[in-house]
């Protein structure tokens, strides 16, 4: 049975930084795109970032240069490293995992193509 357990988040001060984790069982990592979306209040889910399984990150534009994703597939887990927070970064953050393309990454990093989820964690910053 797959499961992905995210956690981490919480309060943070515009500027501050926060980090999320995600453990996965019952899949091997290795093969699979791993990602981070966030749902704010009263808006759709978008997914902000990615990481295949050779490592390559990729952003959308209103987290680039400022998230970091990563991943350690002997511990199936990953990270999003969340620096110089903006009150826009508050929502609900879901890791997510797609196991169809073999630890690719393919189509644009807004594309939702995963399987999975965590159960999520709220992050809130404030001005």
């Known amino acids: 049975q797959v499961q992905l357990v995210d956690s981490g988040g919480g309060s943070a001060q515009t500027g501050g930084s926060l980090r999320l984790s995600c453990v996965a069982s019952?899949?091997?990592?290795?093969?699979?795109?791993a990602g981070w979306s966030r749902q704010a209040p009263g808006k759709e889910r978008e997914v902000v970032a990615r990481i295949d399984n050779y490592g390559r990150a990729s952003y959308v534009d209103s987290v680039r240069g400022r998230f970091t994703i990563s991943r350690d597939n002997a511990k199936s887990t990953w990270y999003l490293e969340m620096n110089s927070l903006k009150p826009e970064d508050t929502g609900m953050y879901y890791c997510?995992?797609?196991?169809?393309?073999?630890?690719?990454?393919?189509?644009?990093?807004?594309?939702?193509?995963?399987?999975?989820w965590g159960q999520g964690n709220q992050v809130t910053v404030s001005s």
């Open positions: 997510a995992a797609a196991p169809r393309y073999g630890g690719a990454c393919p189509f644009s990093v807004e594309r939702n193509i995963y399987d999975y």
């Open positions: 019952g899949f091997t990592l290795s093969t699979f795109c």
